[in-house]
Nanobody, 123 residues
Framework: VQLQASGGGLVQAGGSLRLSCAAS????????LGWFRRAPGKEREFVAA????????NYADSVKGRFTISRDNAKNTAYLQMNSLKPEDTAVYYC?????????????????WGQGTQVTVSS
């Protein structure tokens, strides 16, 4: 399974961005999709996750109410709509895929990782 993240960029505080994560290869083995991020000098942290049906989602407290995760299974693509962006959201965002169907926040449960996409929020 290969994951391709895109949609990052530079945005002013209060602005919006939408990230995409396209999966290819043996996508039948993929159930949950997640987003993580790593800010400069910090550990990688969980952002959001969604299961295959979209009926179960999970968000980090820091993004609740501002970010929305969704997916289009016909396109094998997950999205992260990010609104009301803050400078502290600046990070490299990574998408991840899991063979299991729970929306865990721990990276240990994810089997496949894409390359990151840079999000920079200016104040």
């Amino acid at each position: 399974v290969q994951l391709q993240a895109s949609g990052g960029g530079l945005v002013q505080a209060g602005g919006s961005l939408r990230l995409s994560c396209a999966a290819s290869g043996r996508t039948l083995y993929v159930d949950s999709l997640g987003w993580f991020r790593r800010a400069p000098g910090k550990e990688r942290e969980f952002v959001a996750a969604i299961n295959r049906s979209g009926g179960s989602v999970n968000y980090a407290d820091s993004v609740k109410g501002r970010f929305t995760i969704s997916r289009d299974n016909a396109k094998n693509t997950a999205y992260l709509q990010m609104n009301s962006l803050k400078p502290e959201d600046t990070a490299v965002y990574y998408c991840a895929a899991a063979r299991q169907g729970a929306v865990y926040s721990s990276s240990l449960y994810y089997d496949y990782w894409g390359q990151g996409t840079q999000v920079t929020v200016s104040s």
